[in-house]
Structure formats: structure tokens, C-alpha cells
């Protein structure tokens, strides 16, 4: 059995920075990782999507250029060369990542499927078939999720669905993509895959998409998807499929409590993400883990045993990359900084990249109400932003809730050209504690998308 100080399993996007952090410290570090170097961000996740919707925005661009005096004939949507693409710049990141890790002296790296034996010991199953074992005082889980498969519905085994992995070794535009899931892997797979061409329906069990977001910020990102032909079922279950011989795929669903059959060529399953503990054996280390198999960890990330802790989606809570890095500096400053760090109270932005972007920080208007606070909500509309006009769109919103009393903003909604950037601004103001009255006033650049805060905090004035 080898002897480390340190193993990290899954080399995610805490994993990897953080074996190297423990190895440039002296620490004798192992990095096991089943697949590929990079975790979901890099390979199916953040990365390739973010390209490919690049690729779709630009292919909307040019079906409605000649509104701004720019005329494009004849343009065509090449999924191979989309593919190609976006394969190139995930194996730049890809390689990148592991000779960084491979060029860290005290670290090494280990291609297999780790178990626990006990609360300090491993085996791994390596690629061909032999295992190894390795033993160290302090283990970090950074195994991530992967995509929840219903198993209610009829059928489902019988066809061959999509998960937001596999939907990216597709080399033919879809003739009618069906997406299970209104959320932000659906809707930014559903707008994608619209703008390459193919006929997309969306269908989602809640009575709206985007369900945890209020109903404003919902009806504003339904109104856009329906103005680009994205067909959206709301309050429908999937019932069952059924495969057609002729290689075509019939869902019958359950949409206000009325049966509809929809035939489709493709099937996209995005109804969520589960942590990914199955295979550890964690009960071997005594590690408790929650309803839906998540680690889980007190503030500082350590599990109930002592010494093991659990980085990113696998720990449950907010599934971000992010959020999974600044797991890995917490751990990293607390062991080797000797800070006293936790995960209490932290900012939590997030993104969907549909094309405007959805930026949120903060909490809702839904969960200002729910706390019984005493709050006030600015809304601007894009169409009121100059530097929307002058760029040619106008969908979207800017979205505030502030405290009454204090003056200082709560959380955030902007859905926009720009809307991540945009709430990133107000992020830094809620973080210094910068009241939305002197955001009122503040100098912005002309023009500019974050100029119109001066405009949307107007709108509070007596």
C-alpha cells in the first residue's frame, strides 16, 4: 500500500488546483481520476456548451443582420465544424491541465475508479483491469455529478436519449429535439439547437421554467424562446416514449391534464444532476451522505470523519464551477494558511447562457417575501438601456430587490446582452456594502450596459 499525505479523487475544478496547491507545499499528493482530466467544466460541461453557444449566437446574428443594414445570403450551420471547434479548444484546456499537473513535483497522477476501504484507505480499479492501493491521513472527494435518468416513464430504456454529455457527439443538426427539463441546461441546449436549425419543444412538469425564479424573470425568458420558435410546455409529465421503427420517437405527455403525443427525432434528458457517490463505498469510511447520495460537510467542507472532505457538486448545494474553486481556496487557506475560512454567508452568483444571458445574485423577490422583509424592487426595461438600443437588443430586464431601511441591495436579476457582467457590478456593490443611492449617482462610462444602473435605482426615487 503507498503512503501519501494527501489523495484527492476526481480532478474537477477544485481537484486539480488544489493537488497542485498541496504538492507546491511539501505535501506528497495523489490525484485520481477515473476519466479525463478537467471534470464536467471542462469537457461536457462550461467549455464546449459555451462555445457552441457562441457559435448558435452567431448563426442568430446573422438571420437578422440585414435589420441593421448588413445584408448575409446563404449561410449555412456546419454542426461537424462546430464540433471540431469546439473539441479543439476542450482538449486545449484538457491537455493543459494535465501537464500542469504531471509537471508538479510531489504530485501524482492516477488513471481508475476509487473506492474507500476504510477512512484512509483507497483501492482503485486502474484502466486495465489491476488495482492499487494507497493510504493517506487526509482525502479529498471532488467526484462531481452526473445527469439524472427518470425512471418513471415508459419506455425510456427502450430509446436512445440524449444527456448533456452525449448531445455534444452529435454531427447532424436534430430534425425536433424534445427536452425534458426547464431548466438551464434545457433551455440553453433548446435555444442552441433552434438557432442550428432544428425544431425544438421544451417540456416542463412546474407551471413555469426556470421554476426557483420568479415569475417575471420566467415569463421574460419564455417570451424570448417562443419569439425564436422554441415550442415550451408547462405543467406536462413526460408518460412514456416509444421507438419507432423507422428511427423516429414518439412521447406521449401528460399537459394539463391532457394526453398529447409528440413525435420527435431526438430526446434530451435535463431534468438534473446527481451527486456522483455510487462507487465510493463511502459507507466503508463512515462518511454520511444525504437523501439524494450528496457528502455531506459542515462549513468548513470536512465530512463527519475527520481528515476527509468533499469539494463542488458532489457536497450537494449549488452546482458551479465557481462555487467548486472557491471550495478548493477555502480547504487550501484553512490546512495550509492556517486561516479559519468557511462557506457561511458566501455569494453565490450564477449564469445561464442563453442568448441574452440570465445573471442572478442574491435572492429573489420570490424569497424577499417569503422572509417577510421589508424591501422595494427596481425593474428597468432593456429597451430603456441605450447601449442595448444602439447594439440592436432589447430583450430582457434589469431587476433589483433592496432593503427599505438600509438602502442596500438584496439580490439581483438581469437578463440582458451582458447580463453576467452587468450583475457582477452590483455583486461588488453588495459586497462592499454600497447602498443603491450612491449607485444612483455613481459615474459610469458612456455608453455602457452598467451605465443604466444610474437608471434602474432611479426608478426607487419618492
Same mark, same amino acid.
Not at 233 to 256: D, H, P, S, W
Not at 369 to 391: C, D, F, P
Given at each position: 500500500?503507498?503512503?501519501?499525505?494527501?489523495?484527492?479523487?476526481?480532478?474537477?475544478?477544485?481537484?486539480?488546483?488544489?493537488?497542485?496547491?498541496?504538492?507546491?507545499?511539501?505535501?506528497?499528493?495523489?490525484?485520481?481520476?477515473?476519466?479525463?482530466?478537467?471534470?464536467?467544466?471542462?469537457?461536457?460541461?462550461?467549455?464546449?456548451?459555451?462555445?457552441?453557444?457562441?457559435?448558435?449566437?452567431?448563426?442568430?446574428?446573422?438571420?437578422?443582420?440585414?435589420?441593421?443594414?448588413?445584408?448575409?445570403?446563404?449561410?449555412?450551420?456546419?454542426?461537424?465544424?462546430?464540433?471540431?471547434?469546439?473539441?479543439?479548444?476542450?482538449?486545449?484546456?484538457?491537455?493543459?491541465?494535465?501537464?500542469?499537473?504531471?509537471?508538479?513535483?510531489?504530485?501524482?497522477?492516477?488513471?481508475?475508479?476509487?473506492?474507500?476501504?476504510?477512512?484512509?484507505?483507497?483501492?482503485?480499479?486502474?484502466?486495465?483491469?489491476?488495482?492499487?492501493?494507497?493510504?493517506?491521513?487526509?482525502?479529498?472527494?471532488?467526484?462531481?455529478?452526473?445527469?439524472?435518468?427518470?425512471?418513471?416513464?415508459?419506455?425510456?430504456?427502450?430509446?436512445?436519449?440524449?444527456?448533456?454529455?452525449?448531445?455534444?457527439?452529435?454531427?447532424?443538426?436534430?430534425?425536433?429535439?424534445?427536452?425534458?427539463?426547464?431548466?438551464?441546461?434545457?433551455?440553453?441546449?433548446?435555444?442552441?439547437?433552434?438557432?442550428?436549425?432544428?425544431?425544438?419543444?421544451?417540456?416542463?412538469?412546474?407551471?413555469?421554467?426556470?421554476?426557483?425564479?420568479?415569475?417575471?424573470?420566467?415569463?421574460?425568458?419564455?417570451?424570448?424562446?417562443?419569439?425564436?420558435?422554441?415550442?415550451?410546455?408547462?405543467?406536462?409529465?413526460?408518460?412514456?416514449?416509444?421507438?419507432?421503427?423507422?428511427?423516429?420517437?414518439?412521447?406521449?405527455? /401528460?399537459?394539463?391534464?391532457?394526453?398529447?403525443?409528440?413525435?420527435?427525432?431526438?430526446?434530451?434528458?435535463?431534468?438534473?444532476?446527481?451527486?456522483?457517490?455510487?462507487?465510493?463505498?463511502?459507507?466503508?469510511?463512515?462518511?454520511?451522505?444525504?437523501?439524494?447520495?450528496?457528502?455531506?460537510?459542515?462549513?468548513?467542507?470536512?465530512?463527519?470523519?475527520?481528515?476527509?472532505?468533499?469539494?463542488?457538486?458532489?457536497?450537494?448545494?449549488?452546482?458551479?464551477?465557481?462555487?467548486?474553486?472557491?471550495?478548493?481556496?477555502?480547504?487550501?487557506?484553512?490546512?495550509?494558511?492556517?486561516?479559519?475560512?468557511?462557506?457561511?454567508?458566501?455569494?453565490?452568483?450564477?449564469?445561464?447562457?442563453?442568448?441574452?444571458?440570465?445573471?442572478?445574485?442574491?435572492?429573489?423577490?420570490?424569497?424577499?417575501?417569503?422572509?417577510?422583509?421589508?424591501?422595494?424592487?427596481?425593474?428597468?426595461?432593456?429597451?430603456?438601456?441605450?447601449?442595448?438600443?444602439?447594439?440592436?437588443?432589447?430583450?430582457?430586464? /434589469?431587476?433589483?430587490?433592496?432593503?427599505?431601511?438600509?438602502?442596500?441591495?438584496?439580490?439581483?436579476?438581469?437578463?440582458?446582452?451582458?447580463?453576467?457582467?452587468?450583475?457582477?457590478?452590483?455583486?461588488?456593490?453588495?459586497?462592499?456594502?454600497?447602498?443603491?443611492?450612491?449607485?444612483?449617482?455613481?459615474?459610469?462610462?458612456?455608453?455602457?450596459?452598467?451605465?443604466?444602473?444610474?437608471?434602474?435605482?432611479?426608478?426607487?426615487?419618492?
Amino acid at each position: 500500500m503507498k503512503q501519501y499525505d494527501a489523495i484527492i479523487i476526481g480532478s474537477g475544478q477544485a481537484g486539480v488546483p488544489l493537488s497542485k496547491k498541496l504538492a507546491n507545499a511539501g505535501m506528497k499528493t495523489l490525484l485520481i481520476e477515473k476519466g479525463v482530466v478537467g471534470g464536467t467544466c471542462i469537457n461536457d460541461g462550461c467549455t464546449p456548451t459555451k462555445t457552441m453557444v457562441a457559435s448558435a449566437r452567431l448563426a442568430y446574428l446573422a438571420g437578422r443582420c440585414n435589420d441593421m443594414g448588413v445584408e448575409i445570403k446563404g449561410y449555412k450551420v456546419d454542426l461537424k465544424q462546430i464540433k471540431k471547434r469546439t473539441q479543439g479548444i476542450v482538449l486545449k484546456s484538457r491537455n493543459g491541465a494535465q501537464k500542469a499537473i504531471e509537471d508538479t513535483a510531489n504530485l501524482d497522477l492516477v488513471f481508475g475508479e476509487a473506492r474507500f476501504e476504510s477512512n484512509h484507505e483507497i483501492t482503485v480499479k486502474l484502466k486495465d483491469g489491476k488495482t492499487e492501493q494507497f493510504m493517506a491521513a487526509q482525502i479529498f472527494i471532488n467526484t462531481g455529478a452526473a445527469t439524472i435518468i427518470p425512471k418513471d416513464i415508459e419506455g425510456i430504456d427502450q430509446i436512445d436519449y440524449l444527456t448533456s454529455h452525449s448531445i455534444l457527439e452529435l454531427d447532424k443538426v436534430p430534425e425536433h429535439l424534445l427536452i425534458i427539463g426547464g431548466n438551464y441546461i434545457g433551455l440553453e441546449f433548446g435555444q442552441m439547437f433552434r438557432r442550428f436549425g432544428s425544431k425544438v419543444t421544451i417540456i416542463e412538469k412546474s407551471a413555469q421554467l426556470l421554476s426557483r425564479e420568479d415569475d417575471d424573470v420566467a415569463a421574460e425568458i419564455t417570451n424570448i424562446l417562443n419569439g425564436e420558435g422554441v415550442n415550451i410546455l408547462t405543467n406536462a409529465k413526460t408518460l412514456r416514449f416509444k421507438q419507432k421503427e423507422k428511427g423516429g420517437i414518439t412521447a406521449t405527455v /401528460m399537459v394539463n391534464g391532457e394526453e398529447q403525443k409528440i413525435k420527435c427525432s431526438h430526446v434530451l434528458i435535463a431534468i438534473g444532476r446527481a451527486p456522483q457517490t455510487q462507487a465510493l463505498a463511502l459507507e466503508k469510511a463512515g462518511v454520511k451522505t444525504g437523501q439524494k447520495g450528496e457528502i455531506l460537510v459542515n462549513s468548513k467542507l470536512e465530512t463527519n470523519i475527520k481528515g476527509i472532505y468533499a469539494l463542488g457538486d458532489v457536497k450537494g448545494g449549488p452546482a458551479f464551477t465557481h462555487i467548486a474553486y472557491n471550495d478548493y481556496t477555502i480547504v487550501y487557506r484553512n490546512l495550509i494558511e492556517k486561516q479559519n475560512l468557511n462557506i457561511r454567508n458566501r455569494p453565490v452568483p450564477y449564469c445561464m447562457f442563453t442568448d441574452p444571458e440570465l445573471g442572478r445574485i442574491g435572492i429573489s423577490e420570490k424569497e424577499a417575501k417569503a422572509q417577510g422583509l421589508n424591501y422595494k424592487v427596481a425593474t428597468l426595461e432593456m429597451s430603456h438601456v441605450a447601449r442595448a438600443i444602439e447594439t440592436g437588443d432589447t430583450r430582457g430586464f /434589469m431587476k433589483a430587490i433592496v432593503d427599505t431601511k438600509t438602502k442596500k441591495i438584496l439580490g439581483a436579476a438581469i437578463i440582458g446582452t451582458e447580463g453576467g457582467e452587468i450583475m457582477t457590478v452590483l455583486q461588488m456593490a453588495m459586497l462592499g456594502g454600497i447602498t443603491y443611492d450612491r449607485i444612483r449617482y455613481c459615474v459610469f462610462a458612456h455608453p455602457t450596459y452598467s451605465e443604466s444602473l444610474n437608471n434602474l435605482f432611479m426608478t426607487l426615487e419618492d
